[in-house]
Each structure stands twice: as C-alpha cells, then as structure tokens.
C-alpha cells in the first residue's frame, strides 16, 4: 500500500524559506515521477515541480529559481526547497507519484495515481 506524508509547512514572511518533505512507503522514490502540486483557496490544484526516475527536474516558470525538488534516496523521501516565498505562494502543498518513471513535465495532476494529505504553506507579506 502507497502512503505519501507531507511535512514542513509553516506560516512565513514574505522572502523567507521553507523545506517541505513527504516520506513515501508501499514504494521507493527514486523509480518513479513524482511531483509537487499546491492548491490555493478557491483555485485549482497545480503542479509546481517534477523529478523524473533519472532525476531530472522540471519546475512551473513562476518557481523556477526559487524551488528545488529533489529527493532523499536513503530516507525515501521527496523533497522541496523553497526559497524567496511570495505571499502568492501560499497553499496546500502535496506531493504525488505517477506509476511510471518518467515525467511528462505538465505540471498537471494528471496522471498522478498517489497523494498525500497536504501540509499549509502561508506567506505573509
């Protein structure tokens, strides 16, 4: 059985940084795509980066250069480092896993067969 469990999530100010984390089980992390998606309030769910089974990354152009997905083989565990949050930054974060191990970089939900619960991420200005 997949379980992805997000943590990290924090109340900060505006230019100050985050490092988000979801420890999977049922499977290992670095054989699949897997992604981060946020949702805001009244807004759709989005994808904000994916990393690939060769790891190879790719971001939504509103993060690239302040996000790094990565992933932590040992602790099978993904990662994400956020860096000169935004007020428009502030969602629900979630990780997901696609059962393949390549990525379609879409930065859309779809095909993603695996979610966790979500961990809140609010950027104050």
């Known amino acids: 059985q997949v379980q992805l469990v997000e943590s990290g999530g924090a109340s900060v100010q505006a230019g100050g940084s985050l490092r988000l984390s979801c420890a999977a089980s049922g499977l290992i992390v670095s054989n699949y795509c897997m992604g981060w998606f946020r949702q805001a309030e009244g807004k759709e769910r989005e994808g904000v980066a994916e990393?690939?089974?060769?790891?190879?990354?790719g971001y939504r152009d509103s993060v690239r250069g302040r996000f790094t997905i990565s992933r932590d083989n040992a602790a099978n565990t993904l990662l994400l480092q956020m860096n000169s949050l935004r007020p428009e930054d502030t969602a629900m974060y979630y990780c997901?896993?696609?059962?393949?191990?390549?990525?379609?970089?879409?930065?859309?939900?779809?095909?993603?067969?695996?979610w966790g619960q979500g961990t809140q991420v609010t950027v104050s200005s």
């Open positions: 997901a896993v696609r059962k393949y191990s390549f990525c379609a970089f879409l930065y859309s939900t779809y095909g993603y067969n695996y």
């Open positions: 990393i690939d089974g060769v790891g190879s990354t």
